[in-house]
T-cell receptor, first 108, second 118 residues
Framework: LAKTTQPISMDSYEGQEVNITCSHN???????ITWYQQFPSQGPRFIIQ???TKVTNEVASLFIPADRKSSTLSLPRVSLSDTAVYYC?????????FGAGTRLAVHP | GAGVSQSPRYKVAKRGQDVALRCDPI?????LFWYQQALGQGPEFLTY????????KSGLPSDRFFAERPEGSVSTLKIQRTQQEDSAVYLC????????????????FGPGTRLTVL
């Protein structure tokens, strides 16, 4: 299973929409695409999951194109508390393969 | 409800010592995972249990690493003869696994144990 690739870091300001794109060229047919958020000194926390097309929940939207080789996490109207590292691991029920993640910094 | 807990939160070991890290998963969760996270990197998969069975240990870096989950709940990750390169945060995660035709992929992570080998 190949690791995913993402921008190393991103900067944004409070109230803006943030889109983080992840590349997973070698994703397996049965794999889901999930996004996790991690704060310092904490374990990753699940945000959203999808297989294809678009998924939306109360905190984010996930866009997955038909070829599933990439995905985009959309965070509407970010706040300072969204400053964290965001990961897009692939895998299934028995394993997650993480990349290095995207460090998002939200500024006042 | 209670989440995944890990103990100790911090562990300092001298090179060559053995360490044991404990994970208490969410009650009723079938699946349990261990990951290793180096500073500034994403978590790396170590091993996976379904109940008491260790179904995948492909990520364990060497035979000094050993994990068990004898009764299908609490798990222990043991590292023998620790080396400096073992210094990392060790994360435990659990998930509900498969129930009937439904598979729950979401993993719930504990806070991790930060291991420092001197």
């Amino acid at each position: 299973l190949a690791k995913t690739t993402q921008p190393i870091s991103m900067d944004s300001y409070e109230g803006q929409e943030v889109n983080i794109t992840c590349s997973h060229n070698n994703i397996a047919t049965n794999d889901y695409i999930t996004w996790y958020q991690q704060f310092p000194s904490q374990g990753p926390r699940f945000i959203i999951q999808g297989y294809k097309t678009k998924v939306t929940n109360e905190v984010a939207s996930l866009f997955i194109p038909a070829d599933r080789k990439s995905s985009t996490l959309s965070l509407p109207r970010v706040s300072l508390s969204d400053t964290a590292v965001y990961y897009c691991p692939t895998g299934g029920y028995n394993k997650l393969i993480f990349g290095a993640g995207t460090r998002l910094a939200v500024h006042p | 409800g209670a989440g995944v807990s890990q103990s100790p939160r911090y562990k300092v070991a001298k090179r060559g010592q053995d360490v044991a890290l404990r994970c208490d998963p969410i009650s009723g969760h079938v699946s349990l995972f261990w990951y290793q996270q180096a500073l500034g990197q994403g978590p790396e998969f170590l091993t996976y249990f379904q109940n008491e069975a260790q179904l995948d240990k492909s990520g364990l870096p060497s035979d000094r690493f050993f994990a068990e989950r004898p009764e299908g709940s609490v798990s222990t990750l043991k590292i023998q003869r620790t080396q400096q390169e073992d210094s990392a945060v060790y994360l435990c995660a659990s998930s509900a696994g498969t129930s009937g035709r439904i598979t729950y992929n979401e993993q719930f992570f504990g806070p991790g144990t930060r291991l420092t080998v001197l």
